[in-house]
Structure formats: C-alpha cells, structure tokens
T-cell receptor
Framework: EAQVTQNPRYLITVTGKKLTVTCSQNMNHEYMSWYRQDPGLGLRQIYYSMNVEATDKGDVPEGYKVSRKEKRNFPLILESPSPNQTSLYFC?????????????FGPGTRLTVT | AQSVTQLDSQVPVFEEAPVELRCNYSSSVSVYLFWYVQYPNQGLQLLLKYLSGSTLVKGINGFEAEFNKSQTSFHLRKPSVHISDTAEYFCAVIRRSGAGSYQLTFGKGTKLSVIP
C-alpha cells in the first residue's frame, strides 16, 4: 500500500531535549516536505527536499533541521525544542517538485513541549 | 507573492443541505488547483484537482469544484452533505515560480460541521 508513515504519532517532551520525528514514504517520490498545523494558521511549510541531499527552507524553518540521506526518509529534528513548537506536524511527499502533483500526507505527529 | 484565501473559517450546515466552501487565489500566471480534506485525527487527502481542461471538476464523495479564471476562484460544492463530511477542507494552489520551480500554497482551512 502506498503510504507516508510518521513516528511517533504523539510525543510529549520537555524544553531543550533533542528529538527526531521520522518520516518514510514507499512511493519512490522525489519531493518531501514537513508542515506544521496550528489553529487559525493552517499549514505552514517548515522544510522541503527536492531529492537526496537537496533540502531547503520553507516558510517557518527556525528551530528545525532536516536531512535527506535516502530517498524514502526525511526526518525532522528539533535540537532544542521550545513550547512554541508545540504543534501538529505532517510529513508529505509528491512525485516531483517541478510539476502539479498531488501531495501524499502522513497521519501526523502531535508534539507537546512543556 | 501568491496567496490563497478561504473566506470562511467555519461553516455549519444541516445534514442533506447543500454547501459551498469558497476559495480565492491571487496569481498572475497559470495555476493548478487542489482541494484536500482532513478528517478528525487524520492527515490530509486529496479531494479533487484542476490541472487543465473542463472547469468543472468532480472529486470523491460527491464533491465538485469549478475553476473560474476571471474571478480567480475555485469554490467547492456538494448538493447534499452527510454527517461523515464533517472535516476540515483546505484549498491549495501550485504555480510556476521560476525555471523548473513550482510554489505550493495552502489556504488556512475551512471547518465544515454537519448538523444532524
């Protein structure tokens, strides 16, 4: 089954404790991205990747890191989480960046930073 | 800069009534238009898309949308809603932003609540 998976689905952590949210897709998609969803603000893109070893900042990259060492995986790293990063996070992938392609979304990770 | 405006943040509607969720975008170049649906506690999934051709696009679950280039709109409609349509709906626009590069922008979402 074609899908985007994220882990963990729920995470509660404390300020400053490094964490990683994993994302994997099995569709051989070139393009992957991370979004955060906050009430009243919709979806905002954090980082995206056009292919292996090719990443770039989205609209709200501060406080986040990403890497793309393999085509299928695109982890999101919070080196020193803060309470304002409490949010619902989605990973998404699409066939390519240079085209009008549908985005496939993961189920989401709800992060709480205390 | 490209923007996508969903004019209503919340839309309550009675079961079996019609509904229209509005989406307007700003772009001076050709665009591709999408509607995504997010059911409670789930990720987003594609409802329908307009790439070219007929301006009336039909999607899953009885939804349809009409592309209106002169009004830069892509409103989503359903003639008779069900309780199961309760969800948040996102309009999204892709436009070419440079050589070989595309920009994707989401609206802020419209929460549809279907009342029994």
């Amino acid at each position: 089954e074609a899908q985007v998976t994220q882990n963990p689905r729920y995470l509660i952590t404390v300020t400053g404790k490094k964490l990683t949210v994993t994302c994997s897709q099995n569709m051989n998609h070139e393009y992957m991205s991370w979004y955060r969803q906050d009430p009243g603000l919709g979806l905002r893109q954090i980082y995206y990747s056009m292919n292996v070893e090719a990443t770039d900042k989205g609209d709200v990259p501060e406080g986040y890191k990403v890497s793309r060492k393999e085509k299928r995986n695109f982890p999101l790293i919070l080196e020193s989480p803060s309470p304002n990063q409490t949010s619902l996070y989605f990973c998404a992938s699409s066939l390519r960046q240079g085209g009008p392609d549908e985005q496939y979304f993961g189920p989401g990770t709800r992060l709480t930073v205390t | 800069a490209q923007s996508v405006t969903q004019l209503d943040s919340q839309v309550p509607v009675f079961e079996e009534a019609p509904v229209e969720l509005r989406c307007n975008y700003s772009s001076s170049v050709s665009v591709y238009l999408f509607w995504y649906v997010q059911y409670p506690n789930q990720g987003l999934q594609l409802l329908l898309k307009y790439l070219s051709g007929s301006t009336l696009v039909k999607g899953i679950n009885g939804f349809e949308a009409e592309f209106n280039k002169s009004q830069t709109s892509f409103h989503l409609r359903k003639p008779s809603v069900h309780i199961s349509d309760t969800a948040e709906y996102f309009c999204a626009v892709i436009r070419r932003s440079g050589a070989g590069s595309y920009q994707l922008t989401f609206g802020k979402g419209t929460k549809l609540s279907v009342i029994p």
